[in-house]
């Protein structure tokens, strides 16, 4: 018999739908697994009683015949969601055992279409990082290692819980979010598939803020196919999200076969930066031929502005973050340390409550929000970020989707570049450029590094045109026919 945790999302709601295995089945194996991979830290809470509960919600449903696009289907929900009556700390100290008393809308859209939770996904505190090393529950551990090699591996940030949990087989597939690369970085990192869309396509209701402009929820899963399935019951028009779009959802999941034949793929002159390894400038030429031989037509776009992106992001950023979390003050959620009066409480709480790098940040935050320096980072960075949206919109008139590397190497150890924050900051040269834009991006496994770990290459759509980023990613996964997974160690 199949091994049900092995299946991808659209052949798990196959079985589920013609009754070949109940969703109780699944979810108990599920359950088993998470149990039996506990040495990857990829959850932070587990649910099993309830996942059960709605498991059997759904096997009633499936009974009468009813039931929604995913219902039975066993998900991991990443710890930025708030979950009714679930713990959710955005693993960071400062929210203690803070227990949301309402849903985010994303986890309700995903419940209201019969999905069933398995629990809580590790990642960055505050979604702040590019390896899931500043998580307050400790390192989330990459399922892959390189060949011959047992070293620990990084699985990327933030979304570094939920990119080990689906590339584990932990579940079917899970959300994530992305605010300069938190999808598509762990996507890459462990051969799985990882879109952010358009921003202000799934709502921001109820997803613990880092930078309320570049924010942007979306899944991590196996195949495009199942990121399709899946983003597409992400999104929703939601009044309670002011930046939130009244927009249709076009058929995602039928444009995955749709091919290349006709489309103008751009490719960006600037991205062939100096730190690129060779590997990945090679697989990266390798998807060029790909589309070309599938009907695509290449063609050289320039975008100018691309090398100031990073610097820009890396104010912006922490700018809304340093907004959006002086909310932490002890008072209101989570953890409080008290001390002698007001401030000092205040203090005390965010010194021992907020981790280092989220620490870091807040303080660029602040400092560049500051009067006297206003002008010479937050503007600035704010004028860059309109050019590097210029600089793609003039692109956009000569080609229909932009492919580059998602990352510029594979996945790193543990410490390999946590002591340095720039050269961790490099990781995200390619994907922050989409969220200062707003566009669409996916992540999409490509390829295998001498070393023996995943890499990724990234396709860029025009804003709502994640139809361009599914037809093109759908056609580098076949024509990459990447089955490789990582050989069961924990
Ligand atoms: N690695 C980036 C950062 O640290 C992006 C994080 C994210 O997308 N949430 O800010």
């Known amino acids: 018999m199949t091994e049900l945790t092995k299946l991808t999302l659209a052949e798990a709601l196959d079985g589920l739908k013609a009754k070949t295995f109940s969703s109780r089945e699944i979810t108990q194996d599920f359950i088993q697994a998470i149990e039996g991979a506990r040495v990857l830290n990829a959850y932070v809470v587990e649910t099993p009683e309830k996942a059960l509960a709605m498991a059997d919600t759904a096997d009633a449903r499936i009974a009468k015949g009813e039931g929604g696009k995913l219902e039975g289907a066993p998900l991991g929900i990443k710890d930025l969601y708030c979950t009714k009556g679930v713990r959710t700390t955005a693993c960071s100290g400062i929210l203690g055992e803070f227990t949301p008393t ?243 409480t205040y203090e005390a709480t965010r010194a021992s409550g907020f981790g280092r790098e989220v620490q870091r940040r807040l303080m660029i935050g602040t400092y560049v929000l500051s009067s006297g320096y206003y002008d010479a980072y937050y503007l600035r960075a704010q004028k860059v970020r309109t050019k590097i949206l210029n600089d793609f919109v003039e692109a956009f008139e000569g080609c229909d989707a932009i492919l580059t590397p998602t990352c510029p190497s594979p996945a790193f150890a543990f410490g390999e570049k946590s002591g340095d924050p720039v050269e961790m900051y490099l990781n995200d040269v390619f994907t922050v450029t989409a969220n200062l834009a707003g566009l669409p991006g996916i992540s999409v496994p490509a390829g295998l590094s001498s070393t023996g770990l995943p890499l990724g290459l990234q396709v860029i759509g025009k804003a709502l045109d994640e139809t361009a980023c599914f037809r093109v990613g759908g056609e580098l996964e076949r024509a990459a026919g990447f089955v490789a997974k990582p050989e069961k160690w924990w």
């Open 102 to 344: 309402y849903e985010s809308t994303v986890t309700q859209n995903l419940w209201d279409a019969g999905a069933v939770m398995l629990g809580k996904l590790n990642m960055d505190e505050f979604a702040m990082g590019s390896s899931n090393e500043t998580s307050h529950f400790g390192n989330v551990i990459n399922p892959w290692r390189r060949t011959g090699d047992n070293q620990g591996l990084t699985p990327g940030g933030s979304s570094g819980g939920s990119a080990s949990s689906v590339a584990a087989n932990l579940c079917l597939a899970a959300t994530a979010s992305d605010t300069g690369g938190s999808i598509r970085q762990p996507a890459a990192f462990t051969g799985t598939v990882g879109i952010k869309p358009t921003y202000g396509r799934a709502s921001r209701y109820g997803m613990v803020a880092f930078a309320s402009s570049l924010d942007q929820a979306g899944p991590i899963a196996k195949t495009v196919e199942d990121s399709a399935i899946l983003l597409d019951v992400m999104c929703s028009h939601d009044p309670k999200d002011s930046t939130s779009l009244n927009v249709d959802t076009p058929d995602w999941r039928g444009d995955v076969a749709k091919g290349v034949k006709g489309m103008r793929i751009g490719i960006p002159k600037e991205y062939r930066i100096d730190g690129l390894s060779d590997e990945m400038n090679a697989l990266w030429d390798q998807g060029i031929a790909w589309l070309k031989a599938a009907g695509a037509e290449i063609v050289e776009i320039s975008l100018p502005h691309t090398k100031y992106a990073l610097p820009a992001y890396y104010i912006v950023a922490p700018a809304e973050a340093s907004s959006n979390l002086a909310r932490y003050d002890g008072m209101r959620y989570g953890a409080r340390v008290s001390g002698d009066n007001l401030t000092e």
